[in-house]
């Protein structure tokens, strides 16, 4: 009980810091001026971004893990991310130096806590234990639910983050930013996707009866009927090169991926989603952009996609070689780890690029005021590409082999240890000491050589002359 009440005093210290910090707003209406943009970004902003991206980044991704895995750690590692970030809500509102006007990014900062303050008092009510064939078993599906949300709630608030701290998006620049921010975020929610289908999903994916191209063509179907009819802005009688452009890959997503989903079917491999990838990545590198640097940028993401969908195209026909996922050829790897080629890191690791994300006239005309290059740029996008990729692979593993993910680990490995037999000294007719392979959860398929069963007909015809 007494832990208990300790939970029940966090809960209500924490939405008393959270409501002490929705009460405090930004003093008056910020307008964009020359001398408010000139300020620095003091000490405390600074603090309050790297608070934020480490709770919303890391910590909330780690404990929505340990929750999946019903870990003894899933508790500590969400209070202490509720904290931090209430913490760096506070500071949010408290910097000096440039100030902002209100965005999205306060609206959504403010919203969050309905669903935080929502998970946290049922969390308490779980660990009550009441209710147990009643109601609980309905809340445990809502605080399921709202955990595999918040890595998708964090990565929109650091987008709409991002946004507001440089003053992106305004005056014209909305539609812009909502189609490289959704469809950039597509492209690494896919990535994502196949890491997950590699290492961890493989077996579900068998269980449903349809191959992952399937998935894949269904999602580039809706995609694309979306994209056919939200790309032209204007009247029907006024098409712009870009319009045109982008209307027709909505066009080619949908019908190739109703070619990818007729192919696909029964559990058949494809290679139309790679194809499809392929042809929106030449398509994006002659895509002409106002500024020299912008059609580099868009050039360097379309050799990208095209490497993301021949190395699909090459994993599909030539290391899978058409079959749901590989076999290992020993008994005696560790389960449940499944059995990996290195060249299948490929297509979801090129799928996690941020490139196009990066790619608004407004982003791109501030790298180009700091005299930054497109090489420089894209260096940079590749190595926040690697960090997305490894913190994914991180998350994985931790759910493969933390909690009762675990105790399956290691009841599985002491069965294979021994390959489900245990040998035990047997003494044939022939005198010789063998070993017997004695299978204790079946019968044994052991014969004997032809020279041991020569031996005991010898034995047996002895016996009989005796």
């Given at each position: 009980?007494?832990?208990?009440?300790?939970?029940?005093?966090?809960?209500?210290?924490?939405?008393?810091?959270?409501?002490?910090?929705?009460?405090?707003?930004?003093?008056?209406?910020?307008?964009?001026?020359?001398?408010?943009?000139?300020?620095?970004?003091?000490?405390?902003?600074?603090?309050?971004?790297?608070?934020?991206?480490?709770?919303?980044?890391?910590?909330?991704?780690?404990?929505?893990?340990?929750?999946?895995?019903?870990?003894?750690?899933?508790?500590?590692?969400?209070?202490?991310?509720?904290?931090?970030?209430?913490?760096?809500?506070?500071?949010?509102?408290?910097?000096?130096?440039?100030?902002?006007?209100?965005?999205?990014?306060?609206?959504?900062?403010?919203?969050?806590?309905?669903?935080?303050?929502?998970?946290?008092?049922?969390?308490?009510?779980?660990?009550?234990?009441?209710?147990?064939?009643?109601?609980?078993?309905?809340?445990?599906?809502?605080?399921?639910?709202?955990?595999?949300?918040?890595?998708?709630?964090?990565?929109?608030?650091?987008?709409?983050?991002?946004?507001?701290?440089?003053?992106?998006?305004?005056?014209?620049?909305?539609?812009?930013?909502?189609?490289?921010?959704?469809?950039?975020?597509?492209?690494?929610?896919?990535?994502?996707?196949?890491?997950?289908?590699?290492?961890?999903g493989s077996e579900w994916i068998q269980s449903t009866g349809r191959s992952q191209e399937w998935f894949d063509s269904v999602v580039i179907l809706l995609w694309g009927i979306v994209n056919t009819f939200t790309e032209h802005h204007g009247?029907?009688?006024?098409?712009?090169?870009?319009?045109?452009?982008?209307?027709?890959?909505?066009?080619?997503?949908?019908?190739?991926?109703?070619?990818?989903?007729?192919?696909?079917?029964?559990?058949?491999?494809?290679?139309?989603?790679?194809?499809?990838?392929?042809?929106?990545?030449?398509?994006?590198?002659?895509?002409?952009?106002?500024?020299?640097?912008?059609?580099?940028?868009?050039?360097?993401?379309?050799?990208?996609?095209?490497?993301?969908?021949?190395?699909?195209?090459?994993?599909?026909?030539?290391?899978?070689?058409?079959?749901?996922?590989?076999?290992?050829?020993?008994?005696?790897?560790?389960?449940?780890?499944?059995?990996?080629?290195?060249?299948?890191?490929?297509?979801?690791?090129?799928?996690?690029?941020?490139?196009?994300?990066?790619?608004?006239?407004?982003?791109?005309?501030?790298?180009?005021?700091?005299?930054?290059?497109?090489?420089?740029?894209?260096?940079?996008?590749?190595?926040?590409?690697?960090?997305?990729?490894?913190?994914?692979?991180?998350?994985?593993?931790?759910?493969?082999?933390?909690?009762?993910n675990a105790a399956v680990r290691e009841g599985v490995a002491k069965t294979r240890g021994n390959a489900g037999y245990t040998r035990v000294p047997f003494e044939p007719m022939d005198g010789v000491l063998h070993d017997a392979e004695v299978?204790?959860?079946?019968?044994?398929?052991?014969?004997?050589?032809?020279?041991?069963?020569?031996?005991?007909?010898?034995?047996?015809?002895?016996?009989?002359?005796?």
């Amino acid at each position: 009980m007494g832990s208990r009440k300790c939970r029940c005093v966090a809960l209500i210290l924490l939405v008393a810091s959270a409501s002490s910090a929705l009460a405090h707003k930004h003093d008056g209406e910020v307008v964009h001026s020359p001398d408010n943009d000139a300020k620095p970004i003091d000490a405390i902003l600074y603090l309050h971004i790297a608070i934020q991206t480490l709770t919303w980044g890391f910590v909330f991704p780690i404990g929505m893990v340990l929750g999946l895995v019903r870990s003894r750690w899933h508790i500590p590692t969400q209070v202490v991310g509720f904290v931090l970030t209430s913490g760096g809500y506070f500071l949010g509102h408290s910097h000096g130096g440039r100030q902002f006007k209100e965005t999205v990014h306060g609206s959504f900062a403010s919203f969050l806590y309905v669903p935080m303050v929502m998970q946290l008092c049922i969390g308490v009510y779980l660990k009550l234990h009441v209710h147990e064939k009643s109601i609980r078993p309905y809340f445990v599906i809502v605080h399921g639910l709202l955990g595999k949300i918040w890595p998708i709630l964090g990565w929109t608030q650091m987008v709409f983050g991002a946004a507001t701290l440089g003053g992106y998006c305004f005056d014209g620049g909305l539609n812009q930013c909502l189609a490289h921010y959704i469809m950039g975020s597509g492209f690494i929610a896919y990535g994502i996707l196949l890491a997950i289908a590699l290492l961890a999903g493989s077996e579900w994916i068998q269980s449903t009866g349809r191959s992952q191209e399937w998935f894949d063509s269904v999602v580039i179907l809706l995609w694309g009927i979306v994209n056919t009819f939200t790309e032209h802005h204007g009247p029907l009688t006024k098409w712009s090169h870009k319009d045109l452009q982008h209307t027709s890959l909505g066009i080619l997503w949908w019908a190739g991926g109703a070619l990818g989903v007729y192919l696909s079917r029964n559990g058949r491999r494809s290679v139309i989603p790679g194809i499809i990838i392929i042809i929106t990545g030449w398509a994006m590198s002659a895509h002409e952009q106002a500024m020299a640097i912008s059609t580099k940028i868009h050039s360097i993401f379309g050799i990208v996609l095209m490497s993301a969908g021949a190395t699909r195209i090459i994993e599909v026909s030539l290391v899978l070689r058409d079959l749901a996922r590989l076999e290992p050829a020993s008994r005696e790897l560790e389960p449940p780890s499944p059995f990996i080629r290195s060249f299948q890191h490929l297509p979801p690791l090129v799928g996690y690029l941020v490139l196009f994300m990066s790619a608004t006239d407004e982003e791109l005309k501030f790298v180009n005021s700091i005299e930054v290059d497109h090489v420089t740029y894209a260096l940079l996008m590749f190595c926040l590409a690697f960090v997305i990729y490894l913190h994914t692979v991180f998350l994985i593993n931790l759910w493969r082999t933390l909690g009762r993910n675990a105790a399956v680990r290691e009841g599985v490995a002491k069965t294979r240890g021994n390959a489900g037999y245990t040998r035990v000294p047997f003494e044939p007719m022939d005198g010789v000491l063998h070993d017997a392979e004695v299978f204790e959860l079946g019968p044994t398929d052991y014969e004997p050589d032809d020279t041991l069963e020569q031996s005991r007909r010898g034995k047996r015809s002895s016996n009989v002359t005796d």
